[in-house]
Nanobody, 113 residues
Framework: QVQLVESGGGLVQPGGSLTLSCVAS????????MAWYRQATGKQRELVAR???????NYATSVEGRFTISRDNGRRLVDLQMNNLKPEDTAVYYC???????WGQGTQVTVSS
């Protein structure tokens, strides 16, 4: 059973930074595009950032220039560096191996003063 485990969420003030990490149990990590999604209360889950197997990133317009996704295939790790956080970034953030059923359990990010 593949497991994706997120960490790094928490409470931060507007303008602050957080780094989310997702570590995977052994599977063919390098063969999957990896992504971070988020779901705010009462809203649908949305794609935040994706990094392809060729390390090509793409971002939702709302986070472009503020968030950076990275991956380390050797450690089966995908990070999301989040800067200049805004209250509208508040959500549960999920790690996902694209084109699979593999999802993490989620980590809460709350941006509030």
């Amino acid at each position: 059973q593949v497991q994706l485990v997120e960490s790094g969420g928490g409470l931060v003030q507007p303008g602050g930074s957080l780094t989310l990490s997702c570590v995977a149990s052994p599977f063919r990590f390098s063969m999957y595009d990896m992504a971070w999604y988020r779901q705010a209360t009462g809203k649908q889950r949305e794609l935040v950032a994706r990094i392809t197997t060729s390390w090509i990133p793409n971002y939702a317009t709302s986070v472009e220039g503020r968030f950076t996704i990275s991956r380390d295939n050797g450690r089966r790790l995908v990070d999301l560096q989040m800067n200049n956080l805004k209250p509208e970034d508040t959500a549960v953030y999920y790690c996902h191996a694209e084109s699979s059923d593999y999802w993490g359990q989620g980590t809460q990010v709350t941006v509030s003063s």
